[in-house]
């Protein structure tokens, strides 16, 4: 059974720094791509970026280039989704899924921003 | 980008009835790569439809995709009560991909 599992929730202050994971199992974590896609009540769903594990190749929607980082681990089957400096209005719901298509998601990693 | 318009916002209908729900492209998509996802109140969303009109395996048949070029349709012939949901589409053939804003299907 294919799964993706998300780290727990998280509560940041402006300017600190934050990872959030995604376990893949049940399939070849090297053969799929890994999206992260963001949700806020007031922009809806949006695509930040996919990385393909295999060979780390990794693509970003140009409205999140430069402000976050997506990285993938294959030893251990995770991909992250990192922060140097927070923001308020990164916080959102954050979901990783697998393919462009994504078939399957991840539950989902609530990241709160707030001074 | 790629703006996705989804129409009606808001569809009202009763379990039983018929779901007919659109989607409209700022530009012809590639290859007809549309998805349409639902998404339950508290759950992540899931895929109901690839490439336009290709279900996935675990996906009822009542679901149903159709379109092309800039106009896509997702129908769901009878309403179950688990169909109740918000709806949204996405292109994924040219980059940065995007969401439509989703049409809520609610009991009447």
């Known amino acids: 059974e294919v799964q993706l599992v998300q780290s727990g929730a998280e509560v940041k202050k402006p300017g600190e720094s934050l990872t959030i994971s995604c376990e893949a199992s049940?399939?070849?974590?090297?053969?799929?791509?890994i999206g992260w896609v963001r949700q806020t009540p007031g922009k809806g769903l949006e695509w930040l970026g996919i990385?393909?594990?295999?060979?780390?190749?990794?693509r970003y929607s140009p409205s999140f280039e430069g402000q976050l980082t997506i990285s993938a681990d294959k030893s251990i089957d995770t991909a992250y989704l990192q922060w140097s400096s927070l923001k308020a209005s990164d916080t959102a719901t954050y979901f990783c899924?697998?393919?462009?298509?994504?078939?399957?998601w991840g539950q989902g990693t609530q990241v709160t921003v707030s001074s | 980008e790629i703006v996705l318009t989804q129409s009606p916002g808001i569809l009202s209908l009763s379990p039983g009835e018929k779901a007919t729900l659109s989607c409209r492209a700022s530009?012809?998509?590639?290859?007809?790569?549309l998805a349409w996802y639902q998404q339950r109140p508290g759950q992540a969303p899931r895929l109901l439809m690839y490439?336009?009109?290709d279900r996935p395996p675990f996906i009822p048949d009542r679901f149903s995709g159709s379109g092309s070029g800039t106009d896509f349709t997702l129908t769901i012939s009878r309403l179950g009560p688990e169909d109740f949901a918000v709806y949204y589409c996405?292109?994924?053939?040219?980059?940065?991909?995007?969401f439509g804003p989703g049409t809520t299907v609610d009991i009447k």
């Open positions: 490439g336009a009109s």
């Open positions: 996405q292109q994924y053939g040219t980059s940065p991909f995007t």
């Open positions: 899924v697998r393919q462009q298509t994504a078939d399957y």
């Open positions: 990385i393909y594990p295999g060979d780390s190749d990794t």
């Open positions: 530009q012809s998509l590639s290859g007809n790569q």
């Open positions: 049940g399939y070849s974590f090297t053969m799929y791509w």
